[in-house]
């Protein structure tokens, strides 16, 4: 289905818009081992859904007493989807997270505006880091 999303108009380009869908019993589990791959390994397996790439990102709420993030996984094929909160990132990796300077009101609102969409654009055009970077 191609559809020109709100806000876009204005770039005179239409998108196909993909149907997100959040995964869930083994697919889910499997997104989940995703996150901790990328973290733990820097490797990231393909979807369990369609074997597609999946991609991810990831945002930092607080840094003390412990480091406190959170990870979005999604498939770039065929939009599944999963969040994993409370993730500690071990001590020598760091993200370059292109929204890391908004304050929680500021994320809560990008957040809810479509965030799946905005992360594929942000991976499409190279603002997203495809890796952690080790220390
Ligand atoms: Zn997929």
């Known amino acids: 289905m191609r559809v020109v999303l709100r806000g876009e ?3 005179g380009r239409a998108v196909t818009k993909k149907a997100w869908k959040r995964v869930g019993g083994e697919a889910q589990l499997s ?3 995703a996150a901790s791959s990328i973290i733990d390994k820097n490797m990231m397996p393909t979807c369990p859904v369609c074997q597609g790439p999946l991609r991810f990102y990831y945002h930092e709420f607080k840094q003390t007493p412990r480091r406190s993030g959170t990870v979005w996984i999604w498939c770039g094929a065929c939009g599944a989807w999963e969040h994993a909160s409370r993730v500690e990132l071990p001590k020598d990796r760091t ?3 292109p929204w890391a300077t908004l304050n929680l009101d ?4 990008l957040e809810r505006n479509q965030f799946l ?4 654009r ?9 890796q952690f970077t080790c220390a």
């Open 9 to 11: 108009v204005g770039e």
């Open 31 to 33: 997104m989940l081992g």
């Open 95 to 97: 993200y370059a997270d």
């Open 106 to 109: 500021a994320f809560d609102r």
């Open 117 to 120: 969409d905005q992360l594929e």
């Open 122 to 130: 942000k991976w499409e055009s190279g603002e997203l880091p495809r």
